[in-house]
Structures are given as structure tokens and as C-alpha cells.
Nanobody, 128 residues
Framework: QVELVESGGGLVQAGGSLRLSCAAS????????MGWFRQAPGKEREFVAA????????YYADSVKGRFTTSRDNAKNTVILQMNSLKPEDTAVYYC?????????????????????WGQGTQVTVSS
């Protein structure tokens, strides 16, 4: 079993930045593939970013590429989502996810069904 706890959400003006953290416990963190997803009101959950267990490869949705950066610290069992140049359309609940055997490649990493554990979510609101 893996427990994921997100933090760092809040209210920010357009153009601002936020840093989300996800702390994992319960299983060897370095074995987990980690991802970030978001869900806006009335919309389906969508992929934001993912990072492989080594931290050497990252994946991003086109809508956040160049603005968001994800990284992980296996020694601290933590994954980070740095969000810059935020836009009102980034407003959503952001979820951290962990997977035990996520297949390689963007399509696999971007599919929510490939992740086994989810955090409770943290609200990000970007005002115009």
C-alpha cells in the first residue's frame, strides 16, 4: 500500500507560480512511477506530467510544456511539480499518482488507468 499526500496548492494570479509537493509512504518510493493529473469542474481528469523512477525522463502534456517542471527526490520520497506562468485554465484539483508497473513511453505514463495509488488532491486556483 502507498499513501500519497499533496501540498502546496492555493490561489495565485495569472502569471504567477506555485510549487506542489507529493510525499509518499508505505513502499519503496524509488520503485514507483510518479505522475500528476488534474481535474477541473465539469471536466475529465487529465494528464499533466510524469517522471520515471530514476528522475531522468519526464513527460508533459502539451498544455503545460515549457511552464511546468516535475522532479523527484528518492531520498526524501517526494515528487515536485513546479508551475510557472500560470493561466486561469490551469485552475483544477491536482492529483499525485503512483504506479508499480507503468509501461514506458508517453501514452502509458499519461493514462490514469495505469496508476495504482492516488493522493487526495490539492486545489489550484488561478485568477485572471
Amino acid at each position: 500500500q502507498v499513501e500519497l499526500v499533496e501540498s502546496g496548492g492555493g490561489l495565485v494570479q495569472a502569471g504567477g507560480s506555485l510549487r506542489l509537493s507529493c510525499a509518499a509512504s508505505g513502499r519503496t518510493f524509488s520503485m514507483l512511477a510518479m505522475g500528476w493529473f488534474r481535474q477541473a469542474p465539469g471536466k475529465e481528469r487529465e494528464f499533466v506530467a510524469a517522471v520515471v523512477w530514476t528522475g531522468g525522463t519526464t513527460y508533459y502534456a502539451d498544455s503545460v510544456k515549457g511552464r511546468f517542471t516535475t522532479s523527484r527526490d528518492n531520498a526524501k520520497n517526494t515528487v515536485i511539480l513546479q508551475m510557472n506562468s500560470l493561466k486561469p485554465e490551469d485552475t483544477a484539483v491536482y492529483y499525485c499518482a503512483a504506479g508499480l508497473n507503468v509501461c514506458p513511453g508517453y501514452n502509458c505514463r499519461a493514462s490514469a488507468t495505469n496508476y495504482d495509488y492516488w493522493g487526495q488532491g490539492t486545489q489550484v486556483t488561478v485568477s485572471s
